[in-house]
């Protein structure tokens, strides 16, 4: 059973850089054709995705979130971490990370098999 862990700070005040980092157990964020995907709602608002990193390292971006977002990850921790630059009280939401198998449908919300439960994000001063 795969589970995934958000953590990281629940209040980022504007202009800062929103930080989040998603534990993997039970399963390797490096095995073959898993995709590892940061997806945020905003408060009234729907499912967003953001970004993603591959088993391979390769990453992904939102086109409209692309300039400010960065993917990285630890495999010695089996983690992933989204860092997103520049933060407006529009940021505020809930973030989740999630995982899929393949990665070409990134707003399928089916193709997604695990998710974390979610972490709030407040951005406000």
């Known amino acids: 059973q795969v589970q995934l862990q958000e953590s990281g700070p629940g209040l980022v005040k504007p202009s800062q850089t929103l930080s989040l980092t998603c534990t993997v157990s039970?399963?390797?964020?490096?095995?073959?054709?898993?995709?590892w995907s940061w997806i945020r709602q905003p408060p009234g608002k729907g499912l967003e995705w953001m970004g993603a990193?591959?088993?391979?390292?390769?990453?992904y971006y939102s086109p409209s979130l692309k300039s400010r977002t960065s993917i990285s990850r630890d495999t010695s921790k089996n983690q992933f971490t989204l860092q997103l630059s520049s933060v407006t009280p529009e940021d505020t939401a809930v973030y989740y990370c999630?995982?899929?198998?393949?990665?070409?449908?990134?707003?399928?919300?089916?193709?997604?098999?695990?998710w974390g439960q979610g972490t709030q994000v407040t951005v406000s001063s």
């Open positions: 039970g399963g390797s964020i490096t095995t073959n054709d898993y995709y």
């Open positions: 990193i591959a088993y391979s390292d390769n990453t």
């Open positions: 999630a995982r899929s198998h393949g990665g070409s449908s990134w707003s399928n919300w089916d193709e997604y098999d695990y």
